[in-house]
């Protein structure tokens, strides 16, 4: 398995950006697909973008589509949320996830391994 630590999650007002990255540790990075969740209080942990092993093929949801970017940097075993226009509604603790298999994962059952999670927090 791989290990996952995220960070770069903190308070920031509405419209504002956050950074998040998630360095990877363990085995061949490049062979994961790799994606990011978040979970709010009371709610199911959601699917927020997902990416392929090359970076050629790219999954948002539709809540954040337009606004967040997701990316990787296999050199550096590393993956990366740009979230931009941040609303009071995408505050969340934010994972980070890999899946064996290179392509594309959508939901919670289709990864492998999962970090510890970040918390983003929007205020109004």
């Known amino acids: 398995q791989v290990q996952l630590v995220e960070s770069g999650g903190g308070l920031v007002q509405a419209g504002g950006s956050l950074r998040l990255s998630c360095a990877a540790s363990g085995r061949t990075f490049s062979s994961y697909g790799m994606g990011w969740f978040r979970q709010a209080p009371g709610k199911e942990r959601e699917i927020v973008a997902a990416?392929?092993?090359?970076?050629?093929?790219?999954y948002y949801a539709a809540s954040v589509k337009g606004r967040f970017t997701i990316s990787r940097d296999n050199a550096k075993s590393t993956v990366f949320l740009q979230m931009n226009s941040l609303k009071p509604e995408d505050t969340a603790v934010y994972y980070c996830?890999?899946?064996?298999?290179?392509?594309?994962?959508?939901?919670?059952?289709?990864?492998?391994?999962w970090g510890q999670g970040t918390q983003v927090t929007v205020s109004s």
């Open positions: 990416i392929n092993w090359s970076g050629g093929n790219t």
């Open positions: 996830a890999a899946r064996v298999g290179s392509g594309l994962g959508f939901k919670t059952a289709d990864f492998d391994s």
